[in-house]
């Protein structure tokens, strides 16, 4: 337990200085420190995400917001009318709920152009220490907001949170075994499905969202307690097994004559090294920058404007919906990689692409006569974005020698939330066009 805070010390206060190799563990403590790290890692990836997914999954509340200091209604709140709006065939909210990525996706983007640059230098027990205080923080602010503004002031904070954190610990993952890369994946898998369910959950039981979000509290703390108390002392890399014999078959993602050494010397690398390694990663980046593009353009551009009237579903419930679904898609293909390895994620790209243009197509014309259809391919799509993050990182840490191993993560992390931001900037206009068609 103590001796987890005193190796995040080691690791970031002198990550030059060398340290007295500890002996090895015997088997059964070996494995004990093994299933530590893979529910630490597991339980890191689920707080660390949950506040994101949960904003989201709020969107259409916070923009929707009619609420007042006494009003703790579980009612969903209705969309505001909109009088230039009121022949139009969607209904739609006076800001898209692309405004609610926006705020939760920009300053992740921010926070991640950064950090290849500097942030390694900073110790990770404060970096964790500050993500929580965030997450919690988000969690307040949005439940006693009484206005847009300050809702969205919330969810900044959640953005900050999330994305501090998941730089954080994917740089983390190169100072333990490779198969927490795994682990960490299916813990923000699983954060988007328990973060969506337990909002729609929640509310459909009678709980108004702000009871719903001061519910969800605990989650910054177990995000603490899983870093500081769970996981054990960083040891040397050895991938072993399976994952060597994978590795030493692949062409290796960087070419180079240096001598390779351990984790954790990111920072003595060279303009020059880390731009070559950054030109390798675009193998990866591209496609990833692609389906994250693709599927939250669907998400916050679409989602609001698959409207269908011929249900029992309220607008807002039909929303809370689309977005557990996605999120289960999500959560059951970033836990596949034991079953399922892909290589070539630019196939994945595509097909999220081909998901974009045929709900694109269907919001226009309206063809689909139920929304159990939209279910279905929301499923998929979260299916196909799960695969592609899980791959991706799956492929870097297999290609990537020891040395370059936490700036490449640390820089991979700017994929997702480059093309979540891209596709926030231009579903803010679509909104606006589509909801002005009478």
Not at 137 to 161: N, Q
Not at 308 to 334: C, D, E, I, K, P
Request: glycine share 8%; net charge negative.
């Amino acid at each position: 337990m103590g001796g987890c805070a005193g190796s995040r010390r080691r690791l970031s206060d002198s990550e030059g200085e060398e340290t007295v190799p500890e002996p090895r563990l015997p088997l059964l403590d070996h494995q004990g420190a093994h299933w530590k790290n893979a529910v630490g890692f597991w339980l890191l990836g689920l707080c660390n995400n949950f506040s994101y997914v949960v904003m989201l999954s709020a969107a259409h509340d916070i923009l929707s917001h009619e609420r007042t200091s006494g009003n703790q209604s579980h009612v969903d709140p209705g969309p505001a009318p909109i009088p230039h709006n009121s022949s139009s065939r969607f209904d739609c909210n006076s800001v898209s709920t692309a405004a609610v990525l926006l705020a939760d996706i920009l300053p992740t983007l921010v926070i991640k152009l950064l950090a290849p640059l500097g942030l390694h230098l900073l110790p990770y027990s404060p970096r964790v220490l500050v993500s929580g205080i965030c997450a919690a923080g988000s969690f307040v602010l949005v439940a006693f907001s009484h206005s847009v503004g300050t809702g969205l002031c919330g969810v900044v904070l959640a953005s900050i949170s999330s994305g501090l954190g998941e730089v954080t610990f994917l740089s983390l993952t190169a100072f333990y075994p490779r198969a927490v890369i795994s682990w960490w994946s299916s813990g923000t898998g699983g954060a988007g499905l328990l973060g969506a369910l337990s909002y729609l959950g929640l509310t459909q039981a009678g709980l108004s969202p702000q009871q719903t979000l001061l519910s969800m509290l605990g989650i910054p703390a177990l995000l603490l307690a899983s870093y500081f108390l769970l996981l054990t002392s960083p040891e040397a890399q050895d991938p072993g097994g399976e994952e060597e014999a994978e590795s030493s078959a692949r062409q290796p993602l960087i070419r180079t004559e240096a001598p390779e050494s351990k984790p954790g010397s990111s920072s003595s690398l060279s303009l020059r090294e880390r731009w070559t390694v950054f030109k390798g990663l675009l193998w990866y980046i591209v496609p990833l920058v692609v389906v994250y593009f693709a599927e939250y353009f669907i998400n916050q551009g679409l989602f609001e404007l698959l409207f269908f009237r011929n249900t029992s579903l309220s607008h807002a419930q039909q929303y809370r919906w689309y977005q557990m679904l996605y999120q289960a898609g999500v959560f059951a293909s970033r836990s596949s990689l034991r079953c399922c390895h892909i290589r070539f994620t630019w196939a994945l790209a595509l097909l999220q692409s081909l998901n974009l243009a045929f709900l694109l197509a269907d919001v226009w014309f309206g063809f689909l006569p139920s929304i159990y259809f939209v279910f279905l391919i929301i499923l998929y799509e979260g299916l196909l974005g799960g695969a592609a993050y899980v791959n991706t990182f799956h492929n870097i840490a297999l290609e990537t020698s020891d040395e370059h191993r936490e700036f490449a993560m640390a820089t991979t992390c700017i994929s997702d939330t480059l093309g979540i931001s891209l596709s926030g900037l231009l579903a803010l206009p679509l909104h606006d066009f589509l909801c002005q068609l009478s």
